[in-house]
């Protein structure tokens, strides 16, 4: 950006100087063609902007953000990062596949800035009374624009990977109910 302006100042400034006052004739193949000085006007760039109705409203998919799963288990010692990673990754990819929104992203962060409309918020709970295999999943989702919560679910079973697949499955059929029309 910085090299682009000292040319495009300078090409102002030449192309000023030459529409100010005499032309030079040139001869042959290449000769200048007269033109016309360069204006810009503040009303044709008024014209160009065409304002959105505030009354409207987007009718279609909306966009969805999975944020990182939290940890809210109690009595035991921080859970795997890598199961915690493992399902947001399955949520993200489940709900995009699904068809509901208009495309999901995993977050890396969960207050990380997001163009998306519905946040989806997992949580690992506890305690675990039933041992390891074990899984109980809160999810809060929330719509940005409104700034309501939606959906707040509990989602348990044995065994991580069928209860993981169940609670997605569960939250699929959730948020499609909803958000299908």
Do not use: W
Request: proline residues 6%; charged residues 30%; glycine residues 10%.
């Amino acid at each position: 950006m910085r090299s682009i302006l000292p040319i495009l100042v300078t090409a102002l400034f030449l192309g000023a100087c030459a529409s100010g006052g005499s032309r030079i004739e040139r001869t042959g193949d290449f000769a200048e063609k007269p033109t016309r000085p360069f204006k810009i006007s503040g009303a044709s760039i008024g014209r160009i902007r065409n304002p959105i109705d505030a009354s409207e409203e987007y009718k279609g998919p909306k966009t969805a953000a999975v944020a990182p799963v939290a940890e809210k288990q109690y009595g035991r010692g921080p859970s795997d990062r890598q199961l915690r990673a493992d399902i947001q990754r399955k949520l993200q990819r489940q709900l995009d596949r699904s068809g509901i929104f208009a495309g999901v992203v995993a977050l890396d962060r969960s207050d990380e800035g997001n163009e998306a409309e519905v946040i989806i918020e997992p949580a690992l709970i506890g305690p675990l009374p039933y041992g390891e295999d074990h899984l109980e999943l809160r999810v809060r989702v929330t719509e940005k624009t409104r700034q309501r919560v939606v959906l707040d679910e509990r989602y348990e079973g044995d065994g991580q990977e069928h209860a993981l697949k169940v609670a997605i499955m569960e939250l699929e059929d959730d948020l499609g109910s909803r958000y299908q029309r």
